[in-house]
Nanobody, 124 residues
Framework: QVQLVESGGGLVQAGGSLKLSCAAS????????VGWFRQAPGKEREFVAA????????TYADSVKGRFTISRDNAKNTVYLQMNSLKPEDTAVYFC?????????????????WGQGTQVTVSS
């Protein structure tokens, strides 16, 4: 079992930055690919970014490419999402999710574990 807790959300003006953290506990978090997803009001949850279990491969949605950076520190069991040049359309609840099985190499993780989410609000 993997437990995930997100933090770092908040209110920021357009053009600003936030850094989200996803802290994990439980078994062998470092062996799981991890993704960030987001859900805006009235919209479906969408993929944002992913990182492989070793940290060498990252994938981004086109909407955030060049602005967001995903990283992980396996010694700290934590995955980060650095968000720069934020736009009002980035407003959403952001969730981290671990892949359903360890040692897989999906382009986009198939979540087997979810965090509770953290709210990001970008004002214009």
């Amino acid at each position: 079992q993997v437990q995930l807790v997100e933090s770092g959300g908040g209110l920021v003006q357009a053009g600003g930055s936030l850094k989200l953290s996803c802290a994990a506990s439980g078994r062998a978090f470092s062996s799981y690919a991890v993704g960030w997803f987001r859900q805006a009001p009235g919209k479906e949850r969408e993929f944002v970014a992913a990182i492989s279990w070793g940290g060498s491969t990252t994938t981004y949605a086109d909407s955030v490419k060049g602005r967001f950076t995903i990283s992980r520190d396996n010694a700290k069991n934590t995955v980060y999402l650095q968000m720069n040049s934020l736009k009002p359309e980035d407003t959403a609840v952001y969730f981290c999710a671990a892949d359903k099985e360890p040692y897989r190499r999906p382009t986009i993780p198939a979540p087997g574990y979810w965090g509770q989410g953290t709210q990001v609000t970008v004002s214009s």
